[in-house]
């Protein structure tokens, strides 16, 4: 199985702040990396396919980038809605495999 | 818009058969356009994929629970299910039903809400 490593596990920001979280692939992965959002007691939500491609209904706030092992999300300007824990996951191989998360709090 | 649905028991006795369906609307499953899974979520925890199915029944479940695991399809019902047999407690988890892509690994674009099993006696 790939192994995704997320970093931060946690972060405490603004409504404002530019917000980047990082994943790291345990083996290349070409772009097959997704990023999802979940908030408490919800399904995911996709938000990212193939490292950088939105969405569809995906606010443009959202962004990938990456290619290989290493990849970013950025949410460009924190809006209150986005306060929730993010996910990444490979989809290159089965069994495709997440990230630990990553939980954006209120500072 | 696609849409999915879990439904199954929401307490289940250790040792015994976990059982949910997913009923799909919207689509339908018989076009072959995509992989139907199960993913999980334990209390407070991250995202464990369980395995998929193929409108053709072709199944692929994760290694860590492939002897347990048991996943069917019924296209004409648009629906797919899920049996784990001898659970224990290290089985209490949100179960969702998702729509994968049209290869066997790919992200997920619809989920169910999920549904909350809990194994206990």
């Known amino acids: 199985d790939i192994q995704m490593t997320q970093s931060p596990s946690s972060l405490s920001v603004s409504v404002g702040d530019r917000v980047t979280i990082t994943c790291r692939a345990g083996?290349?992965?070409?772009?097959?990396l997704a990023w999802y959002q979940q908030k408490p007691g919800k399904a995911p939500k996709l938000l990212i396919y193939?490292?950088?491609r939105l969405q569809s209904g995906a606010p443009s706030r959202f962004s990938g980038s990456g290619s290989g092992t290493d990849f970013t999300l950025i949410i460009s300007s924190l809006q209150p809605e986005d306060f929730a824990t993010y996910y990444c996951?490979?989809?290159?191989?089965?069994?495709?495999?997440f990230g630990q998360g990553t939980k954006v709090e209120i500072k | 818009q696609v849409q999915l649905q879990e439904s199954g028991p929401g307490l289940v006795k250790p040792s015994q058969t976990l059982s949910l369906t997913c009923t799909v609307s919207?689509?339908?499953?018989?076009?072959?356009?995509?992989?139907w899974s199960w993913i999980r979520q334990h209390p407070g925890g991250g995202l464990e994929w369980i395995g998929h199915?193929?409108?053709?029944?072709?199944?692929y479940y994760n290694p860590s629970l492939k002897s347990r695991l048991a996943m069917s399809i019924d296209t004409s019902k648009n629906e797919f299910s899920l049996r784990l047999s001898s659970v224990t407690a290290a089985d209490t988890a949100l179960y969702f039903c998702?729509?994968?892509?049209?290869?066997?690994?790919?992200?997920?674009?619809?989920w169910g809400q999920g549904t909350l099993v809990t194994v206990s006696s």
């Open positions: 998702a729509r994968g892509g049209t290869v066997p690994a790919d992200y997920f674009d619809y």
């Open positions: 919207g689509g339908s499953m018989s076009s072959g356009t995509s992989y």
């Open positions: 199915i193929y409108y053709s029944g072709s199944t």
């Open positions: 083996q290349i992965i070409s772009n097959y």
């Open positions: 193939d490292s950088s």
């Open positions: 996951q490979q989809s290159y191989s089965v069994p495709p495999t």
